[in-house]
Structures are given as structure tokens and as C-alpha cells.
């Protein structure tokens, strides 16, 4: 996964042969060789993720952390500090200013990539979540989430560990405001995580009697608990166990011995990324169950999806990655309604919109855009791909018969689909639907149950 990297250091040297390595891993990245120049970069530019010097003239990292941290605009990006000082002490106030990672250098390439990717990773996802939820703020339904604004003093914490002394000091290191439930063997915690619900999930790499490393992809694999932050712990010097845990979804990271302070804060952090997600995850829902909802299908509806689209379109054309658009109309509705009746059209309809969902990705939205007309928009993406999965889903929706409690018992149901994609800096919500529909238009006059792209630029 590539991302636009802030490198931050007032050492030419350092910022030269960072910025070479991060390019060699294809990241774009920019620099800054202060504090302020940090700050301006990070307001003007809103890189993915910022590597950050604590050692500066003037403002040292650890206020410019602070800073970011303050901003509601800035305060998603995650923020490793990367710098000589190796006391725990700098180590704790570095996550206490609101820093994601604290690493010491020498750092291992490897190490710090894949942390690296691991935190975009997490903002890609918050992004999407904050893209809709602005959104909803635009159409007056949800007042905006705030990172500094959650409780990060209370939560439940189930710990995944067979060294008794080592899960106790943990549980000492951690206020009583923080439950925390001991596990020594896997399977037992497996079982306690499908019957309860967890805020953070502390698992051992040291495990007698089970891989570590398998219970988190178990536990990542799970619906209930695929959002659920985990922490791992990692013996000193296990880069190859660290980075893999990194790149099977693991949040975050200690190394034995473990320091209480540092654990407290890297829990707190896990807190606040947790309840700042849930926070945006609830208002998105509230804003769906208010106003941007079809009744008849449960997808968004078109009032929504315009708005969200015009939101995407302005982020591409600062990003440039392409937002895709497919418009799809069932083909021949009119007969069903009049054949069978408007309850046999509904289920139709219902079924359909049940098909697009299970056919998209988490972060595409499909929308109800009228009658029997559907949308899908795909943020980040090449037409020729959002092409193959408008294909699958045509195939999709014409193999299978469409179930019916009454009339016919079932359908045989096909689907013309337009696919658009934004193309330069004179797109508009109205002009990519327009493409997009006119591509719907050719599919339906050369045949029906087919995929048109279109491949023309924006006017």
C-alpha cells in the first residue's frame, strides 16, 4: 500500500536518506526541516502518516506532536516519532503527546515499513469513515467527532497470556478503571471473546501452547471482533514476529520487559482510536437511519449518495486517484410490476440491492438512485477494475434466479451496468453521473444485460 509520507528533520542527511528509502518502497513523500514548517506542511498537505525528529531547534517534536494532536482536522494522522533518544521515559512522553509509535534509531528498514503501512492501513479506514460522516455534517444530521474528545479511563481488556507474573504486572501497571480479564490459553480467550465484548485484546508472542501470532489472524478473521484493537507483545530483538503482526492487522506493539508507563500509554491510545472510530461509526449509522436512507431497500439513497460523491470527486482532485461509478437498471421492470404486481417488483428490488452489497467492497457505497436504477460509488479506483466488478456483478444477478414467496415462485433477472470514472479537474458529481448514464444507455440499446464503459474525459 502506498501513501504520502511527511518526513520531519532538521538534519539534511537524515531527511536524504529517508526520503530515498521510502521512495525505493514507492511512498510519496514530502519533507519539513522544522517545526513549523511540520505544522504548515501537515495542514497544507494532509500526508498519510508523518516521521517525526524529536530533536529540532525551536519546537521540539514532542510540541509538534502536541500540536497535530490538537487539530481536529490533523488529529487522524497517525505520527511516529523516530530519533535517537532510547529512554522509556522519552519513549512514554512521546505516546502521551499523541504519537502512534516511538522508535529508537537505529530502526530496521523492514520495522519501520511495515509500521508504517500498518497505520495507513488503519487511516485509509478512518478516512472513509470521516469522508462520510462530513457528509452527513454538510446535510445538518451530526455534529463532528473529535479524537480529544473520548474517554480513554475506562474500557475492558482481555489478556491472552500464560506467564502469570508478567499478566498480573500488567494488570498492576493498569488503573482500576480498566478491567482487565487474565486468559492463559488460547482457546479459552477464544471462547470468552465470541460470548463478550473486549476494547482491547493484549496477546503474548510468547505462548507455550499455542502460536500467538495464529490467534490474532483468528481473532482479526472474526466478524465481532475485526475491529477490535489488539496489542502485542513481542520479545526484544523478534523483528520478524513484530513485523509479521504488523502486517496481519495487529494495532500496536510492546517489548518485553515491558515498562508499566509505556504500557498505560499505548493502551490509551488504542482507547482513544477505538472510541474515536466508534464514535464516527455511530454517527454515520444515525445520519443512515435519519435522512439517507431508502425505506424500501436499506441502501443509501440518492440525496446521500450525490452529496458523498461530490465530497470524493474534490478529495481526487487533490489526491489524484480516480473515483469510479457504476449505474446500473434493471432490465425489463416494468413488465414484472405489471405481470406480478408491485409486491413481487419490491422483493425484486430488494434482492437486487442485497446482490450489489455482497458484490462490493467495505469502502464502495451503493445507493438507490430511482425507481429500478441503482449506483455504486468506488473511491480510489481504476475504471477497468471497477469494470470487472460491475461484470460480476451482471453475472452474478443473471445466474441466479431471483426466489419469490409468491406469484411466479422465481425470476430470471438481468442488469444493464454504465461504468464512469473521474478523469481531470473539471469533474462534478452531475458530469461523472452524466457519463456514467449515457455508457447505461448504451448497454441498453446494444442488447441489454452487459457492461459499458466510458471512456471519454470530462468535458
Known sequence: MTARVLVVDDIPANVKLLEAKLQAEYFDVLTASNGLEALEAAEREHPDIILLDVMMPGMDGFEVCARLKANPELSHIPVVMVTALDQPSDRVRGLEAGADDFLTKP???VALFARVRSLVRLKVMTDELRMREATSQQMGVVAGAKLTDVDTDSGRLLIVEDRSRSADRMVEALPST?????????QAALARLKEEEFDIIVVSMSLEAYDGMRLCSHIRSQEQTRQTPILIIVEDGDTERLV???????????????????????VRTQLRRRRYAERLRSNVKLSIEMAVTDALTGLYNRRYMTGHLSTLIQRAQGTGKPVSLLIMDIDHFKPINDTHGHQVGDVVLQEFSRRISA???????AARYGGEEFVVVMPDTEPAFASMVAERLRAEVAGRPFRLETGPGSLTVTVSIGVAATSGVGDTADRLLKRADDALYHAKHTGRNRVVLNRRAAA
Open 359 to 365: 458484490n462490493i467492497r467495505g469502502v464502495d457505497m
Open 107 to 109: 530502526v530496521e528498514d
Open 244 to 266: 509479521r503482526g504488523l502486517d496481519i492487522g495487529v494495532n500496536d506493539y510492546l517489548v518485553r520487559p515491558i515498562d508499566p508507563n509505556e504500557l498505560l500509554a499505548r
Open 178 to 186: 480498566l478491567e482487565c480479564v487474565i486468559e492463559a490459553e488460547s
